[in-house]
């Protein structure tokens, strides 16, 4: 007899193993599809199909393919919470502004560093919500992997289908159903975690960034840049690259280039960016405020 | 041909014409009433900001539960096999629809609306001539989401004894016959694809007719 506490824990590690493998797998699949033409095809072709397939069908295939148990079960939710990953997490790399990657790219960033330091952590929120979306489904198939032999809450489940006994059908379903709301906060604030705090805002009114203790030998400056006819602020993904990038060393060099670029740039009409700029760097940093005729602030906040 | 044969007699012993029979039964019906009621319901939300905000959000909470989950927390509600297993399929796949009509509907240009209501349109007409074949693009994107949605329950609802082609997987997981779930599950598998890539195909027709958004 299977107690509830070791079917929610097997129910759990079941789920979220397969879980944190289709993760795993899928965000680099994603990013292979932004790489190369075909293998996106391929991809998206497979993708588009498996996410028709029944569930219950996937579940059955294992028995002749890949017989019965744990292991068999963690592949099925594996394939069926991949396609939502790489769907979701490709639609929002591939939709980021052509224009920041450009501008990545002008400032000497390799093809790798403009996936992981500008398109991934501009696009969380797109891939969160494919993980989200996900991780209900793990719970879904954790309780139908039963008929597989995998344990966990559709054990409780299953005997009670099976006598019919709607207690016992109530205590194996609640407690997926909670996890599954749980996880989903935990996503949501793991997301607002990732998330580069000028980007957390719509209205991002440039907070202190995380992790600025050891500021001792910088001086943090922060830049504000209008135009006469701003109408909109659609900048927080810049601000929230110049944040990313602002843990490297050639930090000031990479922030006055990069806000020339801005400032060249017609589509951006005000932003707030933030800078730091280093004792090395310092003339760097310079000319960046001097090279800017957009530039209308520039407040020192701790120096 | 002794596959073939072999395949033959699986099919006649589990009556996989007659599971098939019931499965697109369950399967047409609970699409049926999802399309009508979800753009029904994206109309609605369309119309009046609270109803939206309260639809949608219902929508949105029933939707973070597990299907099979759903399936199952409406036995007690509905009974055992065929209502929960329609009851949980259209509940699922109403969100899809409804919001991407309501989407659908309030992403027209403000322009053409303009232009509308400059030669003359009311707003019902607005809604029916301008609005909705703008919005079918979308619209249709939302319904093939729920065929998905759909099969994929009411493939679930042979566990709870709805009977559709479930149930031969079912069977055959529990007895092992390894012909079984190859012959029903690529059978479904191809269904399931098959429904799938008509209402794509429908949609792509639908966005050259209608044009504006793929």
Redesign the interface.
């Not at chain 2, 939707?63 to 989950?69: F, G, V």
């Given at each position: 007899m299977t107690t509830l506490l070791e079917a929610t824990f097997v129910h759990i590690l079941l789920a979220y193993s397969g879980l944190a493998i289709a993760v795993a797998i899928g965000i680099p699949l994603a990013v292979l599809s932004l790489r190369s033409r075909t293998a996106g095809v391929i991809i998206s072709t497979i993708t588009?199909?498996g996410?028709?397939?029944?569930?219950?069908?996937l579940?059955?295939?294992m028995?002749?393919l890949a017989g019965i148990g744990f292991m068999p079960s963690v592949i099925v939710i594996v394939v069926s919470t991949l396609m939502p990953i790489v769907r979701n997490t490709y639609a929002g790399i591939s939709s980021v502004d052509p224009e920041l990657a450009d501008a990545a790219a002008g400032i000497g960033l390799t093809w790798t560093e403009t996936v992981t330091k500008v398109r991934v952590p501009l696009s969380l929120h797109a891939i969160f919500s494919g993980i989200k979306f996900s991780s209900?489904?793990a719970?879904?198939?954790a309780?139908?992997t039963v008929?597989?032999g995998s344990g966990g809450l559709g054990v409780i489940?299953l005997r009670g289908?099976a006598r019919?006994y709607?207690p016992e059908?109530?205590i194996?379903?609640l407690p997926?159903?909670a996890i599954?709301?749980i996880a989903?906060y935990c996503l949501s604030l793991l997301e607002t975690r990732l998330t580069p705090p000028p980007l957390r805002e719509k209205n991002p009114v440039i907070p202190h960034p995380a992790g600025t203790a050891n500021l001792a030998n910088r001086e943090e400056v922060m830049y504000v840049f209008r135009n006469a006819n701003s109408r909109t602020l659609p900048l927080s993904p810049l601000s929230a690259f110049f944040h990313e990038t602002g843990h490297s060393q050639n930090y000031g060099t990479v922030g006055g280039f990069l806000a020339m670029t801005m400032a060249e740039n017609a589509s951006l009409q005000r932003g707030v960016v933030m800078y730091r700029e280093y004792p090395q760097t310092r003339s760097a940093g310079r000319h960046f405020g001097e090279r800017t005729t957009d530039c209308a602030d520039r407040k020192v906040i701790r120096g | 041909m002794d596959t073939l044969a072999l395949i033959a007699e699986t099919w006649q012993t589990y009556h996989l014409t007659l599971r098939t029979v019931q499965h697109l039964e369950m399967f047409a019906l609970s699409f049926l009433i999802t399309v009508v009621a979800g753009i029904a319901l994206g109309i609605l939300f369309f119309s009046s900001i609270n109803i939206r905000v309260v639809g949608l959000s219902t929508l949105t909470v029933i939707?973070?539960?597990?299907?099979?989950?759903l399936l199952?927390?409406l036995?007690?509600l509905v009974g055992?096999g065929f209502p929960p297993t329609i009851s949980a399929a259209v509940l699922y796949s109403l969100l899809p629809v409804a919001r991407n009509t309501t989407a659908g509907l309030r992403g027209v240009s403000p322009d053409l609306i303009e232009t509308a209501t400059a030669v003359g349109l009311n707003k019902r007409d607005t809604l029916y001539h301008i609005r909705i074949p703008l919005a079918l693009p979308l619209i249709t994107a939302g319904v093939r989401i729920a065929v998905?949605f759909c099969?994929?329950i009411?493939?679930?609802g042979?566990?709870?004894g709805a009977g559709g082609l479930?149930a031969p997987?079912?069977t055959?997981?529990?007895t092992?016959n390894?012909l079984l779930?190859?012959v029903?599950?690529c059978w479904?598998?191809f269904l399931?694809?098959g429904?799938?890539g008509i209402a794509g195909g429908f949609g792509r027709f639908v966005s050259v007719r209608f044009g504006g958004r793929p």
């Open positions: 588009g199909i996410q028709a397939i029944p569930i219950l069908a579940v059955a295939f028995v002749p209900i489904i719970n879904g198939v309780i139908v008929l597989i489940v289908l019919f709607v059908i109530l194996g379903i997926a159903i599954t709301l989903d | 939707e973070m539960i597990p299907d099979i989950a199952i927390l036995i007690p055992i998905i099969m994929g009411v493939t679930l042979g566990i709870i479930g997987l079912q055959g997981i529990t092992g390894d779930i190859l029903t599950g479904v598998t399931a694809v429904m799938d």
